[in-house]
Nanobody, 122 residues
Framework: QVQLVESGGGLVQPGGSLRLSCAAS???????????MGWYRQVPGKQRELVAG???????NYLRSVEGRFTLSRDIAKNTVYLQMNSLKPEDTAVYYC?????????????WGQGTQVTVSS
């Protein structure tokens, strides 16, 4: 079993910045590896969408509307990803969820964080 612990988020004015972090850790002490990790977001009435993700090989991909403004980075030793969000816009307002594709032995699992609210408003 793995848990994802998110931090960051909050209220920021348009043009401002926020940083989200998400750390994966084993609850039971079992070893695991990360196939991919990233952030999704969701607003009421809409589907959850991928904002940014990174594979185990280091390949990143971004939602087109955030390219050039958001940067996803990772600390492999800490099983942590960071989403630096700059030049935030009101349309970036959403609940942001960390997501991780985890490998435990020969089994593959998908985990979600609890979500963190990001509000961009003046």
């Amino acid at each position: 079993q793995v848990q994802l612990v998110e931090s960051g988020g909050g209220l920021v004015q348009p043009g401002g910045s926020l940083r989200l972090s998400c750390a994966a850790s084993a609850v039971s002490g079992s070893s695991f590896s990360i196939n991919a990790m990233g952030w999704y977001r969701q607003v009421p009435g809409k589907q959850r969408e991928l904002v940014a993700g990174v594979t185990s090989g280091g390949r990143t991909n971004y939602l087109r509307s955030v390219e050039g403004r958001f940067t996803l980075s990772r600390d492999i030793a800490k099983n942590t990803v960071y989403l630096q969000m700059n030049s935030l816009k009101p349309e970036d307002t959403a609940v942001y969820y960390c997501n991780a594709d985890i490998q435990i032995s020969r089994y593959q699992y998908l985990y979600w964080g609890q979500g963190t609210q990001v509000t961009v408003s003046s």
